[in-house]
């Protein structure tokens, strides 16, 4: 007797003994939270993220051990029209210094500040404790300001500064992400009970999804002292996570449903889930893994992180689906159907023949139709659209977000734009750090004196403030920073200009004669523009990993490597057509109303790469699916044009749902305050959307009709045993294929 696929043994284990496998899956969900938050969160430091120029500035500055700057926060004083009335400004001025003097957390008061153009007053506030929680500590001085505005109601007074921004962004950003995951949960389920018109069937694949997400957190947590994690990991889980939690489920359950209807006991029905399903689950999670993994290879500790929080929580999920899921189908039996929903029970209802076949849908064979009928000129205008959509993706730009791509609802950005726009130096900062033996400390002074004057009359740079140079010297004098201003946004081209103008002229020539020095350039712009060309380096690396390691699993999966090559070739192409998708939409200003963002004129520089492993592991999903329900139709003797009809509108009903719950859960992420997220979602929503649509029921169908039986040619080492391989024709019979080993047929949910 044939052994038995593990995903069979494991299943069968767990339906026969299903309080043993919830009780194992409970008890391993809560040991990895509880240990994830007892072992802490080690974050990346500005070691582990230096990246070319700018990282080499930033790791000399963490070498210098500079003492740690004090908070400082400012009052603001403008006019709320017109001209600025010095001398009620400078009353208001004297009266938020006796105010804030006497507040808590407040170390020292300075002396007003005006404004070269004579538009503004600032007071500037030094604060007391350590400023890494200086944010928490802010709200006293907020409320003293707050007074002073009452008694000059004809000014703005306004309190801004690193602090209150950060306090006014933590509560906004963190109201959004709340905002996100408790709708991400109602949209996912409603879905699902659409779907399958039952409230525990849609219910299973929620919590198993959530499952998946704590589990994959806490082990992400334990991870980080190995790699460290960074702030969006714990968003890439949740978003990664209840995409693929809720699509490995719905395939399972809804093939263990169909195997019901037809007169399976519960424990076969689990059975033959895992054996189709089951396996398909295991070879799309392998897919998305081997994406995510190509991650490494960008040598970056932000990939890195991302890398490990999307593998793990891929992994739990599908863990998951072939161990305790199985358990709960057995326990719950038919009440899995229950309780009913009337109306939608009836419409899922009328999917299935009496005998739990998939009814073909009229949408779907009028969809594939052209397809079907005339391939060749299908084909060539589905393709012809993808590459129009994708055609904008060669002007694409990448850009670091700036300050100024921050979101605008609170007063504290508000005010920072009316502080940038009186005093220019308090807004982007390139940063010179040298490091030189510290007998050299007063000749590195010296020269970056000379450095920042020649800056002065250029309008690339701000005017200095009338102290001088913005100069710091490590402990140790062996390290020397100098901040240098521009009056332009950070993205702004005027702002890379002037990057340029320090690195390629100004600091060469001024440093250059120092003996034993070493410098570098750094600052916001540096990091933007060098991460922009890490990236373009390291994507065809990472492209190329991926499509090699992608090539070899599909083609060991499905035995063809026809089917590989084209499964790799249409990925490409709906990648390429969600790059074309974001630059449309985020490059240009169209889009700015209904989104709710202003535009960047260019992508978040991290989100191509990540943009495209994400996208090809997860439509991997579909494609396992699909393919496996057209292969099997074809190892049972079906002609390749009818196997290519059965297996689309077959699958049809459960990718379409699958696929709106990841548009949804995608979408959702759209409307953050943050344009890194809101280009995420758009893009993962709009790719899915084109994948599980255009891809699959155009493209693929198309593309399969035209290659007829050359589908399925491999060379001999690929064919396997026995007729396990269609070795490029279709078996002439249905007997042709009743040899073949069901246990080895993938995905046929």
Known sequence: MQRRPVTVRVARWSAEHPWRAVALWVVFVALCFVGGNAAGLKEATAKDMSVGESGRAGVMIEEGRFADEPAVENVLITARSGALDKRAAGDAAKAAATRLRTAPGVAKVGDAI???????????????????????????????????????????????????????????????????????LPVTLAILIIAFGALIAAGIPVLLALSSVAAAIGLSTLASHLIPANDSTSSVILLIGMAVGVDYSLFYVRREREERAKGRGHVD????????????????????????????????????????????????????????????????????DRPRVPLLWRLAARRTTPDGQVQPSRFWSAVLRPALRRPLPTLLVSVGLLLALAAPALGMQLKFPGTEDLPRTTPA?????????????????????VQAPADQAAAVRAALTRLAASTQGDRLFAA??????????????????????????????????????????????ALGGLSGATYAVGGGVAESEDYATHVWHKL??????????????????????????????????????????????????????????????????????????????????????????????????????????????????????AAIVMVAVFSIFATL???????????????????????????????????????????????????????GRAPASPAAAEDEPTGELVGAN
């Open 269 to 336: 029905a689990v059975e033959i889930a895992a054996e189709t399903s089951g396996h398909a689950v295991v070879v799309s999670g392998t897919a998305v893994v081997i994406a995510m993994a190509g991650l490494f290879l960008a040598n970056d500790a932000i990939f890195s992180s991302l890398a490990v929080g999307s593998i793990l929580v891929v992994a739990v999920a599908v863990i998951g689906s072939l161990t305790v899921l199985p358990a709960l189908l057995a326990k719950l039996g038919r009440w899995v």
């Open 114 to 184: 005006p404004a070269t153009d004579g538009s503004a007053l600032l007071v500037p506030i030094t604060m007391s404790g350590d400023p890494e929680t200086a944010s928490d500590r802010v709200e006293p001085l907020r409320t003293a300001t707050a007074e002073v505005q009452q008694r000059y109601p004809g000014l703005r007074v306004e309190e801004v500064g690193g602090p209150s921004i950060n306090k006014a962004l933590d509560d906004t950003l963190g109201k959004d992400f709340k905002r996100a995951e408790w709708l991400s």
């Open 413 to 433: 950005m508000q005010a920072y734009d009316r502080l940038t726009a009186a005093y220019p130096s308090n807004g982007t900062q390139h940063i010179v750090a």
């Open 540 to 657: 065809p690396i990472v492209v190329g990993f991926v499509l090699l390691l992608t090539f070899l699993v599909m083609a060991w999966t499905f035995r063809s490597v026809v089917v590989a090559l084209t499964s790799i070739l249409l990925n490409l192409l709906s990648a390429a057509a969600a790059y074309g998708l974001l630059v449309v939409v985020f490059q240009n200003t169209w889009a700015e109303g209904p989104l709710g963002f202003t535009s960047m004129g260019a992508i978040v520089t991290w989100l191509p790469l990540f943009l495209f492993v994400v996208l090809f592991g997860l439509s991997m999903d579909y494609h396992v699916f699909v393919v496996s329900r057209i292969r099997e139709a074809v190892l049972r003797g079906v002609p390749n044009r009818e196997a290519v009809a059965e297996g689309i509108t077959g699958s049809a009903g459960v990718v379409t749902s």
């Open 673 to 727: 305050s943050t344009i890194d997220m809101k280009q995420l979602g758009v893009g993962l929503a709009a790719a899915i959307l084109l994948d599980a649509t255009l891809i699959r029921a155009v493209v693929l169908p198309a593309l399969m009709t035209l290659l007829g039986p050359a589908n399925w040619w491999a060379p001999r080492l690929l064919r396997g045993r026995g007729k396990h391989s269609t070795g």
């Open 464 to 509: 200095q403030e009338q102290t001088g140079p913005d100069i710091d010297v490590s402990p140790d004098k062996r390290v020397t920073v100098l901040s240098i201003a521009t009056p332009f946004a950070s993205r702004s081209d005027e702002a890379v200009q002037s990057l340029h103008r320090l690195r390629e002229d100004l600091v060469p020539a």
